[in-house]
C-alpha cells in the first residue's frame, strides 16, 4: 500500500492540485511565508511571449520586445536554445508560469522553486520590500500600457518610439540608489498624474525663468551650481528638469523609470534569489521523499534535473559563461545549513555567532537582509571556495601578464571572497555616471561625470549612442567627461563639436564624486 | 491556497504588436533582404516566406558599459593549475579560449547578424510594397456565381430553423391580448359585482352570486380557449440572397519561342511573368492566367509547355497578339474582364511584321486592356519591333509601357518601375 502522489509522468490539473498542497504543508512546516500563489500552464508559444516582455502579463509596445520575440523565437524553431520551465513574477498574487510540456516531476519541482522559493524571497528580501509593491506592479503595468498607448494615439507611435528608445539606453540610471522610495501607487496613479503634469511643468519653468526676480538679486554673486549635489538617478533628472520635455514625455520618462526600479532588486539578487529557490525545491523535493510521497523513479528524474541545473563548467571549459549563480547560491545555502547543523572546527572561527545555531532562522535572517554583494562577503565560506575551486586573477592592463592573485587557500580565502563580493557589486558593474552641472544661466548645457572605477573607462562606441540619447531628452548640448583622479581621460559631446578648439577641463572635482 | 488557471487557450500573439513594430522600424533592411532574395529565388518558390538576417550592430541597444582597459579582479571556478603569485600570459583576444582565464572575458563582440523569420504573407507584402497597378479601374462584373446571404428583416414564411422567437410572441401576445380584451373587461366587471356581495347577506344575493361565478366560469374559460401561440405569429428571420460582385482579371503571358530564345533569356521573361502574376494575385479575387507561345505561329499552351518546351524556327510577333486578340473576343470580354497582357521577347521579329503588329495593338488590343508591358530582354541594340511599340507608347502613355532589361538582376527594379505609385 503506498501513498504515492503519482507514478506516471504525465501531468493532471488534479495531479498539480495535490503536488501543491503536500508542498504547501512542507512549505509550512520550514516557515516559509508566501504571497498566495497563482499557478499559470501555459503553451511554448505563450512562454516565447512571456520572454519577449521581461516575463510580464502586461506591457507597453516597443519594438525591442519584438526583436526579443523574433530571437527567442527563431532560437526556439530552430532547436539552438530550450525555453525555461517556468517565469515567476514578483506580485500579489504571485504569479507563475509553467510550461504544458513539462513532465509531472518537472511541475512539481518547479512548483516548489517558483511558488514557494522565489515566492517567499520576494515577500521577504529587504531590497523587495523597498522597491517593489507586489500588490499594486499589474496595476501600473496595466496603466503604463494605456497611458502609452494613448500617446501614440495622441502624438504618434514614431514620437513615442523615440523617447522610449532614448529612456531605455540609460535605463540603468534610473534608481536612487540610496534614497527609499515611496511604493508603486495603485489606481490613483491615474489620477495624480494630471496633477503632477500641470504641477512638474509649473517647476520646470519656474527653473528656466529668464525674468529676474527681484529679491534674488543680491544672490546673484553666490551663482548657485544646478543641480546643487550630483545626481545619480537621470531618468528622474529628465523627469523633473529637462526644459523641454512636454508633460505627457515626462510620464513616459516616469514609467520607464518606474520599471527600471521594479526590476533593480532582481539585478542585485541573483545569486541569493536563484539559490533559495533551488535550495527550497532541493530540500522540499526530498522532504516529499522521506515522507513516501513520491517514487523513487521521481526522485532520479528529479535528481538529474538538478543537477543540470546546479552543473558549474571550470573556466578552461568550452561552456564556461561566468560563474552559474544556481551553484553558488545553492551552496552557499546549503553550507549555511551544514555550518548550523554540523559545525566544523574552522567554521567555528569563521562564523563564530551561526555555528552551531537554529538553521532555519539563520537561513531567513540571510535571506531577509542581504543582496548578492553583501550575502557573499558574509557568507561565503572557505569550504564553498574549496569546493568550487575559486581563484581569483587581477588583470591590469599596465601589467603585460594576468596575475593569480589569491586561490582556494588559507592565505587566499578572504581576497577570493572579497573579490567575489565586489563582482556582484552593481555600481562597480555599470559605469558610475551622474549628473555634474548644468549652465542653467548660459547654453542650457549638461555635463554629465563619469568616475572612473580601477580606471576602466567607457566604451567610446556606445557611449556616443547613449550621449545622442541624453541629448534628444535634454534638447540642449551635453557633455559627457570620464574621470580618473580628477584628469579627463575621455570626454563626449552632443551634438559634436564643429570647431575643434581644446576642450578646457574642469579645475576640480567635487569631492563626493570620487567613486565608493 | 493556489489558485490554478489554464492559459493556454488565452490568445498566444501577445507579441505581434511588437513583432508588427520591429518589422515597421526595419522596413530599410527588410525591404533590402526581400529583394536581393528575389533575385536569388528559384521561380517555385517565389512566393514563400524568408529568412531576413540583419547586422547585429544597426538593431543594438545602446547602454554605457566599460571598455577595454583599467584593472579587474575576476574570480573563476574550477581552478586546477594556478597557486598564488602565477603569472598568465595575457591571452590574444580572438584566440580560442584555451585556458589562461580568457574564459570569463564574455565580451564576445556579437558581430552575428540578427535572423529571423518572416511569413510569406509579410513578404509579398514588402516585395510589393508602394506598387500599384495602373489605371487602376477594376471593372466589376455582377456576378452570377458567388452569392452571399444577408438578413433582411422578417417573413411571415419560413423553415423552423430560422423562427424569430422574440417577435413571434411578441406577436403571439398582441393577438391574444387583442382577442381577449373585451371579454377581460366583462370578467373585470363581473368580478367586483361578486366582491360586492360577497359574503352573501340573503337568499337573493346567493343565487346572484352563483350566477355570477357561472358566468365567471364561462369568461374565464373563454379566454384560455384563446390559443397560446398560432399558425399566424410565427414569423421568420428572412434571408435573401445576393449576388457578390467579383473583380476578376486575366493575364496573358506572351513570350517568344523562337530559335533565338535561349533558356536564360526565358528564365528571366518568366521571373517577370511570375513577379506580374502575384502580384495580380494580390489585387483580384480571381486571375486567370493565358499562355501564348509563338515563333512564325502562336499557340495557346499550358504553363509547362510555355516554359519548358523548345521550338526553332522565324519570327512572326503579330501572330501572337492576333491570337490574343481572338482569345479576348472568345471568352474574356473586356467589359467583365479586367485584362492585362505582358510580353517577353528578345526584339527578333520579321522585318515587316512589326508595323502589322502596331496596328493590332492599337486598334484591336490595347483598347481592351488596362494594362499592357513589354520587355525586351537582350544585351543587343533595339531594332523595328520596339521602334513600333515606342510609336505605340507614345499613343497609349497610360496604358503601354515597354523596358529593356539584360539580366535577371534588372528584372525586380524594372518591375518597380512599372508599377510604382504614380504621384496623385
Known amino acids: 500500500m503506498s501513498n504515492y502522489i503519482s507514478t506516471s509522468s504525465e501531468w493532471t490539473f488534479d495531479l498539480i492540485q495535490r503536488y501543491d498542497r503536500e508542498i504547501s504543508v512542507i512549505a509550512d512546516d520550514f516557515q516559509l511565508d508566501t504571497y498566495p500563489n497563482q499557478i499559470e500552464i501555459i503553451s511554448s508559444e505563450q512562454m516565447m511571449d512571456a520572454y519577449a516582455s521581461v516575463g510580464m502579463p502586461v506591457g507597453y509596445n516597443h519594438w525591442s520586445y519584438g526583436k526579443q520575440f523574433l530571437g527567442v523565437e527563431q532560437g526556439y524553431k530552430r532547436g539552438q536554445m530550450g525555453l525555461a520551465y517556468e517565469i515567476v513574477i514578483n506580485s500579489d498574487p504571485c504569479i507563475a508560469y509553467l510550461m504544458e510540456e513539462n513532465t509531472m516531476m518537472m511541475q512539481a519541482l518547479v512548483i516548489a522553486h517558483a511558488c514557494y522559493g522565489h515566492n517567499s524571497f520576494f515577500k521577504g528580501n529587504y531590497l523587495f520590500k523597498t522597491w517593489t509593491d507586489a500588490s499594486a506592479i499589474i496595476d501600473y503595468l496595466v496603466f503604463a500600457k494605456n497611458y502609452i498607448a494613448r500617446c501614440e494615439e495622441q502624438h504618434g507611435v514614431d514620437a513615442v518610439e523615440d523617447l522610449l528608445d532614448s529612456c531605455h539606453a540609460i535605463m540603468n540610471y534610473g534608481v536612487d540608489r540610496y534614497k527609499r522610495p515611496y511604493p508603486l501607487s495603485q489606481h490613483e496613479e491615474e489620477a495624480r498624474q494630471q496633477e503632477r503634469e500641470a504641477y512638474l511643468q509649473k517647476q520646470v519653468n519656474d527653473l528656466w525663468r529668464t525674468i529676474p526676480n527681484d529679491i534674488s538679486t543680491e544672490k546673484q554673486t553666490a551663482t548657485p551650481t544646478f543641480p546643487s549635489e550630483p545626481q545619480e538617478n537621470l531618468l528622474y533628472f529628465f523627469e523633473k528638469n529637462a526644459p523641454l520635455l512636454e508633460p505627457w514625455q515626462r510620464e513616459i520618462v516616469r514609467i520607464v523609470r518606474k520599471m527600471a526600479q521594479y526590476f533593480y532588486p532582481q539585478k542585485q539578487t541573483q545569486v541569493m534569489n536563484e539559490g533559495w529557490a533551488t535550495f527550497w525545491h532541493y530540500t522540499i523535493m526530498n522532504e516529499l521523499y522521506d515522507r513516501a510521497l513520491i517514487t523513487e523513479g521521481f526522485m532520479l528524474e528529479f535528481m538529474q534535473s538538478h543537477s543540470a541545473v546546479v552543473y558549474q563548467p571550470p573556466y578552461n571549459n568550452q561552456y564556461y559563461s561566468g560563474i552559474n549563480p544556481y551553484t553558488l547560491g545553492f551552496s552557499m545555502m546549503q553550507d549555511i545549513r551544514r555550518i548550523c547543523q554540523n559545525p566544523t572546527a574552522e567554521d567555528k572561527k569563521w562564523f563564530p555567532d551561526i555555528a552551531g545555531s537554529h538553521w532555519l532562522k539563520t537561513l531567513d535572517f540571510a535571506m531577509r537582509n542581504f543582496k548578492d554583494e553583501s550575502f557573499i562577503l558574509q557568507f561565503l565560506s572557505p569550504k564553498v571556495m574549496r569546493d568550487l575551486k575559486l581563484f581569483c586573477i587581477l588583470d591590469d592592463d599596465k601589467n603585460h601578464t594576468i596575475n593569480v592573485a589569491a586561490i582556494h587557500e588559507d592565505r587566499g580565502y578572504r581576497k577570493v571572497r572579497e573579490a567575489l563580493s565586489e563582482q556582484y557589486n552593481l555600481s562597480n558593474r555599470e559605469p558610475n555616471i551622474q549628473v555634474h552641472s548644468v549652465d542653467v544661466r548660459g547654453d542650457r548645457s549638461l555635463t554629465l561625470h563619469h568616475t572612473r572605477h580601477n580606471r576602466m573607462p567607457l566604451e567610446a562606441k556606445s557611449a556616443n549612442e547613449v550621449i545622442k540619447h541624453i541629448h534628444r531628452l535634454w534638447g540642449f548640448d551635453v557633455h559627457l567627461h570620464s574621470i580618473d583622479e580628477r584628469v579627463h581621460r575621455q570626454t563626449f559631446h552632443c551634438p559634436a563639436p564643429h570647431t575643434d578648439q581644446p576642450q578646457i577641463p574642469l579645475p576640480t572635482v567635487s569631492p563626493h564624486l570620487t567613486g565608493p | ?424
Request: with cysteine; charged share 30%.
Open chain 2, 1 to 424: 491556497m493556489s489558485y490554478i488557471v489554464d492559459r493556454r487557450l488565452n490568445s498566444k500573439n501577445k507579441s505581434t504588436v511588437n513583432r508588427e513594430r520591429f518589422l515597421r522600424r526595419y522596413r530599410g533592411h527588410i525591404k533590402k533582404a526581400v529583394s536581393d532574395a528575389i533575385d536569388k529565388r528559384s521561380i517555385t518558390d517565389m512566393a514563400s516566406g524568408e529568412k531576413i538576417s540583419i547586422p547585429s550592430k544597426d538593431i543594438s541597444e545602446p547602454s554605457f558599459s566599460h571598455g577595454e582597459g583599467g584593472i579587474r579582479d575576476r574570480v573563476l571556478p574550477g581552478n586546477d593549475e594556478f597557486i598564488t603569485g602565477d603569472k598568465i600570459k595575457r591571452p590574444q583576444s580572438g584566440s580560442g579560449g584555451s585556458g589562461h582565464g580568457d574564459g570569463a572575458s564574455d565580451s564576445g563582440e556579437g558581430d552575428d547578424d540578427f535572423v529571423f523569420q518572416i511569413t510569406q504573407e509579410e513578404f509579398l507584402d514588402f516585395m510589393f510594397e508602394d506598387l500599384a497597378l495602373p489605371n487602376l479601374v477594376k471593372r466589376q462584373l455582377a456576378g452570377n456565381e458567388e452569392f452571399k446571404t444577408h438578413r433582411a428583416g422578417v417573413s411571415h414564411e419560413g423553415s423552423p430553423g430560422q423562427v424569430n422567437i422574440v417577435r413571434t410572441l411578441r406577436s403571439a401576445n398582441a393577438r391574444r391580448i387583442a382577442l381577449t380584451g373585451k371579454k377581460r373587461k366583462a370578467l373585470k366587471v363581473l368580478e367586483e359585482q361578486l366582491a360586492d356581495i360577497t359574503p352573501a347577506n340573503d337568499a337573493l344575493e346567493d343565487t346572484c352570486s352563483l350566477k355570477l361565478q357561472a358566468q365567471i366560469a364561462e369568461l374565464k374559460a373563454k379566454i384560455k380557449g384563446v390559443p397560446w401561440l398560432d399558425d399566424f405569429d410565427l414569423k421568420y428571420n428572412l434571408q435573401v440572397k445576393y449576388p457578390v460582385p467579383q473583380s476578376r482579371a486575366v493575364m496573358f503571358c506572351l513570350m517568344d519561342v523562337s530559335g533565338s530564345m535561349d533558356q536564360a533569356t526565358k528564365d528571366v521573361a518568366k521571373r517577370f511573368f511570375l513577379l506580374l502574376f502575384l502580384f495580380l494575385q494580390r489585387n483580384y479575387e480571381k486571375t486567370d492566367v493565358v499562355f501564348i507561345r509563338h515563333h512564325t505561329s502562336a499557340k495557346e499552351v499550358d504553363e509547362q509547355e510555355f516554359f519548358y518546351s523548345r521550338e526553332t524556327g522565324g519570327t512572326i510577333v503579330s501572330s501572337a497578339l492576333k491570337l490574343m486578340d481572338q482569345i479576348i473576343k472568345d471568352r474574356y470580354p473586356p467589359e467583365e474582364w479586367n485584362i492585362y497582357g505582358a510580353q517577353a521577347s528578345d526584339g527578333d521579329n520579321w522585318n515587316d511584321d512589326s508595323h502589322q503588329c502596331y496596328q493590332l495593338l492599337t486598334e484591336n488590343i490595347m483598347p481592351a486592356v488596362q494594362y499592357f508591358s513589354y520587355i525586351e530582354i537582350t544585351p543587343r541594340d533595339r531594332q523595328a519591333l520596339w521602334h513600333a511599340y515606342e510609336k505605340v507608347s507614345e499613343q497609349f502613355p497610360e496604358a503601354f509601357a515597354l523596358r529593356h532589361l539584360v539580366s535577371v538582376a534588372d528584372i525586380y527594379p524594372v518591375f518597380r518601375d512599372l508599377f510604382k505609385k504614380q504621384a496623385a
